[in-house]
């Protein structure tokens, strides 16, 4: 059975990771699908994204899981690949509200998709990419949040654009 771990992940992080180690040992055929498109400004392009997923998922030690992306609703992607189940992280209240009010739009346009909802452990309860990027963009450290392929591009990305703010 394929099911699909949806997300923008931009970038991803050891949160992410925790839930696709997880999602892996119950679901046989995991595919973490990389959004194109997102509501939120993105830093990193899509085929990045990918790669840092990808990347990723070697540096932790997790196999068996494959990187797509999509550029359409979720609902269309799961058709193409036959999947009928989505994974989603909830990490408090705020994500319930969204996550919910996104269940029940996927429902009403695809009823025979369903989404499975799996709590990051404790440790990662407090994460997200913002987090993240806002730590990156004052150099701070990354390397309980993220893996170092991302922090390596996290790096790169603010430390050329502050030298490019410079020269201007
Ligand atoms: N640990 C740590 N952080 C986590 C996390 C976890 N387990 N799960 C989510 N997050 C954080 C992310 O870091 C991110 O943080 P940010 O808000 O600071 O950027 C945030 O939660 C959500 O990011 P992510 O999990 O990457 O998903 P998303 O909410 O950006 O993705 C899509 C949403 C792509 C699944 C959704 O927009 C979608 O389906 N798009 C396709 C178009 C569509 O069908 N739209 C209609 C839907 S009804």
Do not use: W
């Not at 990389?34 to 997790?62: H, M, N, P, W, Y």
């Not at 909830?90 to 319930?96: G, K, S, V, W």
Request: glycine fraction near 8%.
């Amino acid at each position: 059975m394929t099911v699909l771990y949806p997300g923008t992940f931009d970038p991803v992080t050891c949160g992410h990771l925790d839930i696709v180690r997880r999602a892996s040992e119950i679901f046989s055929e995991l595919v973490v699908a990389v959004s194109a498109r997102s509501s939120k400004d993105l830093l990193f392009s899509t085929a990045e994204r990918v790669g840092l997923v990808t990347q990723s998922l070697k540096e932790s030690g997790i196999t068996g899981v494959s990187v797509t992306s999509f550029d359409s609703l979720l609902i269309d992607i799961m058709r193409t690949t036959g999947a009928r189940i989505f994974i989603r992280g909830l990490r408090a209240n705020t994500d319930f509200e969204y996550e919910f009010q996104m269940h029940l739009a996927n429902g009403k346009m695809a009823p025979e998709i369903s989404g499975i909802y799996l709590m990051p452990s404790e440790s990662n309860i407090y994460l997200s990419s913002t987090l993240v990027k806002e730590i990156a963009s004052y150099g701070g450290s990354l390397s309980t949040f993220v893996t170092p392929c991302v922090e390596k591009a996290l790096r790169r990305m603010f430390h050329d654009n502050s030298q490019t703010k410079g020269d201007r």
